[in-house]
């Protein structure tokens, strides 16, 4: 079978099936629930609550400040018992809201259900965003940014995130699974938002089940779901719409410079949430998986709740841990402490020996050029990473460092394991930082 | 025969003499005092002066843009022939060294994560403000140390930056690559420093650092006026410090340990010995 993709990339072991089977499941309230307000990428959210107040669920926490900005919801009803600096995914101390859950979990009052037919697309974007829903792949790009192009930028086609290309995780695989009923909701209220018919699903046929499923349930409403070769970074919005549409970004753009909208499946099923019963972003699912713990799981989490209360859901863990990630094992970011609450954006939490872990020193480059044939940007990562060791800024932006998504197939590929990606993350932040002075 | 040698001669009298009246034309008028200020310069090219190489620097003093002191390489032998050259007053210099205010290696200050990433001290700092716990201690992957010029600086086996006070000329190229700014520019005739750099207070430094600064202000009161403490970190007080005795006494009493006076030793694990011009 002659599968879609595109050129480059890679497929490490997938290892799905850890938690592929397993239903998802609510993971129970834990007694206090971190909720930092810099939970997606643009300005964090400002507080706007005190100490000791009282809230419920799906209040207001934190307003959004500016547009690339959406605000933060209470995960659950309670009290408010400290705003203060906890440690936070990113690695340093962030403030953030404390909530200790009265247990009844109530819903806040003045959210209100909608009709989507009754709504033009203004109003629902200013819904989505006031609900606070961001990219759920794990980037937290605010949805309603995306869904609001530039005049003059046509959009034509709408693809829609099922690929889930990160090895381990399983979460957009079960939502689709169990929840294709709220997605293809969410795909049509997108529709209607953006104006435009054509819809494409993308799905690796590692998941056959759920092309199954949404290619049966997605017959009637016109929205076509498009199987993929199994390939890694295929989930980045680039390489998705190559494999979809065979377009093109050009560099330095964004999808929606040649006509395309990629959301997650994820996110399509909490926009549905947003406007039929009005419940902004305040849960996710994530999956709970790697050789490190007992009993890997898909987990309904409420936003706050800690990395250690998701693992006590799963029986604990399986030896030492030497590493704990947070999202995927390419790109996910790997955490100092298990006290660290799940964000907006935890698709996953990974845990990891001593044993699981291969550790090489690296040597020298042997100019294999399998980076170069994996990079699916068509990067020459060998080549800039020797810049960045030089600090040769200028050369490494020539060879368009900037246009690196940071996947980490070069990496991966080295035989001589250089650490290729850092180098070249390094570079990028010298180049901006350079940028940013003159 | 004769008629090759009159028309090549001829050619090469016209050549000459097109040649003489080029260079008499189209002379480039050179400061012969630049040339006489590039001849004093060390010639490391490094940079220290803020112009680019000696020839630049040399240019811009003989031009008047540039101070006649910003040679730091060069040390007060230098500044007094460009004095010279210039024809005005040598101005007094103070010679300056860098020291690295931190003594917390991989024995002594708590490490927060395993590093694995790339050696390059400002790679490590962006991810989650560095691997030790200390928010400005030096964090020992040697990016000092491959920018000096002068190959002053060591890494000591437990991952300490160390900076030799013979070799370093001065020209702070290490502090403006250190991402903690853990490296200061101090008087080259003081040397009695207390190697800390957290601002944090005592208890905090205490969770983490064996041989941090705790700003308990005992330096102070072994002898009066020789540090100032402020935000709970102490550092010697240049401006008096070579008028007080016994500072010997404030070293000794530090129940850290932070201090140290650089004529009797470097800190531990480095290879640098005190030099004549340092030794007690």
């Known amino acids: 079978m002659n599968l879609k993709t595109f050129a480059g990339g890679l497929h490490p072991p997938d290892s799905k099936h850890y938690s592929a089977n397993k239903p998802i499941e609510r993971c129970p309230l834990p007694d206090e629930l971190v909720i930092p307000p810099a939970q997606h990428i643009g300005a964090p959210a400002e507080i706007c609550i005190n100490v000791g107040d009282q809230v419920k669920k799906g209040q207001v926490i934190a307003t959004a400040k500016g547009f690339v900005s959406v605000p933060v919801h209470a995960s659950t009803s309670g009290m408010v018992v400290a705003i203060e600096p906890r440690l936070h995914p990113m690695g340093k101390p ?22 989507p037919d009754q709504l033009n697309a203004d109003e629902l974007k200013k819904l989505i965003c006031a609900a606070g829903i961001v990219g759920m792949g794990g980037a937290t790009f605010p949805a309603h940014v995306k869904l609001s192009p530039p005049e003059g930028k046509k959009i034509d086609t709408l693809i829609l995130n099922g690929v889930e290309c990160e090895p381990f995780l399983t979460a957009d695989h079960r939502m689709m699974l169990e929840e294709s009923e709220r997605i293809i909701d969410g795909i049509n209220i997108l529709r209607k938002i953006l104006g435009l018919e054509t819809a494409i699903i993308g799905i690796e046929v590692n998941k056959p089940d759920a092309i199954e499923k949404l290619t049966r349930d997605c017959a009637p409403h016109g929205i076509q779901v498009q199987p993929l070769k199994v390939q890694y970074p295929q989930g980045a919005e680039k390489q998705l719409i190559d494999a979809c549409t065979g377009r093109q970004v050009p560099t330095g753009g964004l999808p929606m410079d040649c006509g395309v909208v990629v959301q997650n499946v994820g996110t399509c099923a909490a926009i549905s949430d947003t406007i039929r019963l009005g419940r902004p972003l305040v849960e996710r699912v994530a999956t709970v998986t790697g050789p490190g713990i007992r009993e890997p799981k898909n987990l309904l989490i409420a936003i706050g709740t800690s990395l250690q209360h998701m693992l006590d859901q799963c029986g604990g863990l399986d030896g030492e841990p030497a590493k704990i990630i947070m999202g995927g094992p390419m790109m996910g970011q790997t955490q100092l402490s298990l006290q660290v609450p799940a964000i907006r954006g935890t698709s996953g939490l990974l845990i990891f020996r001593e044993q699981d872990l291969p550790r090489k020193n690296f040597g020298p480059c042997i100019r294999c050029g399998r980076c170069v044939s994996v990079c699916p940007i068509h990067l020459q990562p060998t080549t800039i990473a020797a810049y960045a060791r030089l600090d040769m800024i200028d050369e490494a932006e020539n060879n368009n460092a900037l246009d690196c998504i940071e996947c980490g197939c070069c990496t991966y590929i080295c035989p001589a394991t250089l650490p290729l990606v850092q180098s070249i993350r390094h570079i990028k932040g010298s180049i901006l930082a350079k940028r940013r002075k003159i | 025969m004769f008629a090759a040698i009159l028309s090549l001669g001829g050619i090469g009298l016209v050549a000459a003499t097109a040649l003489g009246v080029a260079a008499k034309k189209f002379a480039v008028e050179i400061d012969p005092r630049e040339l006489a200020i590039l001849e004093v310069l060390p010639g490391a090219n490094c940079g220290a002066c803020g112009y680019p190489g000696c020839s630049g620097y040399a240019k811009g003093v003989a031009e008047g843009k540039a101070l006649p002191t910003a040679c730091s390489p060069g040390g007060a032998e230098v500044i007094e022939a460009i004095a010279s050259v210039l024809g005005i007053e040598a101005v007094t210099f103070e010679p300056q060294v860098a020291v690295v205010a931190c003594q917390g290696d991989n024995q002594k200050a708590k490490v927060k994560y395993r590093y694995l990433g790339l050696t390059d001290c400002n790679a490590a700092q962006k991810l989650a403000d560095g691997p030790k716990t200390c928010p400005s201690g030096c964090l020992g992957l040697g990016t000092c140390e491959r920018t000096c010029p002068f190959d002053a600086i060591e890494m000591t086996s ?41 601002h944090d207070k005592g208890a905090l430094i205490r969770g983490y650092c064996q041989i941090g600064c705790i700003g308990c202000h005992i ?27 016994d500072i010997e006494l404030a070293v000794t009493k530090c129940p850290t340990k932070c201090i140290r006076d650089f004529s009797s030793g470097y800190p531990a694990g480095s290879s640098f010995v005190p030099t004549r011009n340092d030794a007690a």
């Open chain 1, 94 to 115: 962030l403030p953030a809201v404390v909530i200790k859950p009265d247990g009844k979990d109530q819903w806040e009052d003045s959210l209100q259900q909608h009709d």
């Open chain 2, 158 to 198: 437990e991952n300490l930056a160390v900076i030799n006070r013979d070799k370093c000329t001065g020209c702070e190229k290490c502090v403006a690559v250190c991402p903690r700014q853990v490296i200061r520019m101090t008087p080259r005739k003081v040397t009695t420093h207390v190697l800390c750099n957290s």
């Open chain 2, 219 to 245: 330096c102070n009161k072994t002898v009066p006026g020789a540090f100032v403490i402020e935000n709970f970190l102490a550092h010697t007080n240049y401006e008096k410090l070579d008028e007080l005795e």
